[in-house]
Nanobody
Framework: QVQLVESGGGLVQPGGSLRLSCAAP????????IGWFRQAPGKELEAVSC????????YYTNSVKGRFTISRDIAKNTVYLQMNSLKPEDTALYSC????????????????????WGKGTLVTVSS
């Protein structure tokens, strides 16, 4: 059973930054696509960004382009989401998901191919 563990959430002021981590202890992510999704209270689940760990292809939803950066550290078996210029509307529970044999477009735009989910980390952007 693959376990995904998110960390790095917290309370930050508007304009601030956070870096989220998605780790998979004891499991290699080399051949997986990893996605970051978020859900704000009363709103639907939204795809934020996806990365294919093997070929480093990425996808970003329009609202985070230029502010968020997804990356992977193969040696540490971890995927990161660097979030800059945070806005109150970025407030949500952020969860990572992993899927095999799926492209970033399929995962992030069609919400397909997700095999495993973490429990999430809460991000609150407020002054």
């Amino acid at each position: 059973q693959v376990q995904l563990v998110e960390s790095g959430g917290g309370l930050v002021q508007p304009g601030g930054s956070l870096r989220l981590s998605c780790a998979a202890p004891g499991f290699t992510l080399d051949y997986y696509t990893i996605g970051w999704f978020r859900q704000a209270p009363g709103k639907e689940l939204e795809a934020v960004s996806c990365i294919n760990v093997g070929d480093d292809s990425t996808y970003y939803t329009n609202s985070v382009k230029g502010r968020f950066t997804i990356s992977r550290d193969i040696a540490k078996n971890t995927v990161y989401l660097q979030m800059n210029s945070l806005k109150p509307e970025d407030t949500a529970l952020y969860s990572c998901t992993a899927g095999g044999l799926v492209t970033v477009q399929t995962m992030c735009t069609q919400r397909g191919g997700m095999d495993y989910w973490g429990k999430g980390t809460l991000v609150t952007v407020s002054s």
